[in-house]
């Protein structure tokens, strides 16, 4: 069993920043992709930044580019988002997840096991 528990969200104002943890349970969280995903209300969840399990790859989505990063920690089995520039679009809530076990991928049906999410807003 994989537990995926997200912090760091909260109320920002545009242009400000914030960064996201997601801790992970389990042996095997080195060995696979891992991925943030946002929700906005009445939204379909979309794909925000993935990482491989060796931090040699990574993508986001085009909206994020050039102002989110993702990195991760495998000593510590957490995994983050660096959220800076941040828009009053980014407000959603985001979640963690786990993704394949040996490609980086944005599809939200590779990613097997999530996290419960954190509240972003962003005001203007």
């Known amino acids: 069993q994989v537990e995926l528990v997200e912090s760091g969200g909260g109320l920002a104002q545009a242009g400000g920043s914030l960064r996201l943890s997601c801790a992970a349970s389990g042996r095997t969280f080195r060995s696979y992709t891992m991925g943030w995903f946002r929700q906005a209300p009445g939204k379909e969840r979309e794909f925000v930044a993935a990482?491989?399990?060796?931090?040699?790859?990574?993508d986001y989505a085009n909206s994020v580019k050039g102002r989110f990063t993702i990195s991760r920690d495998n000593a510590k089995n957490t995994v983050y988002l660096q959220m800076n520039s941040l828009k009053p679009e980014d407000t959603a809530v985001y979640y963690c997840a786990r993704g394949p076990y040996y490609y980086v991928t944005s599809h939200v049906r590779d990613y097997d096991y999530w996290g419960q999410g954190t509240q972003v807003t962003v005001s203007s």
């Open positions: 990482i491989s399990w060796s931090s040699d790859s990574t």
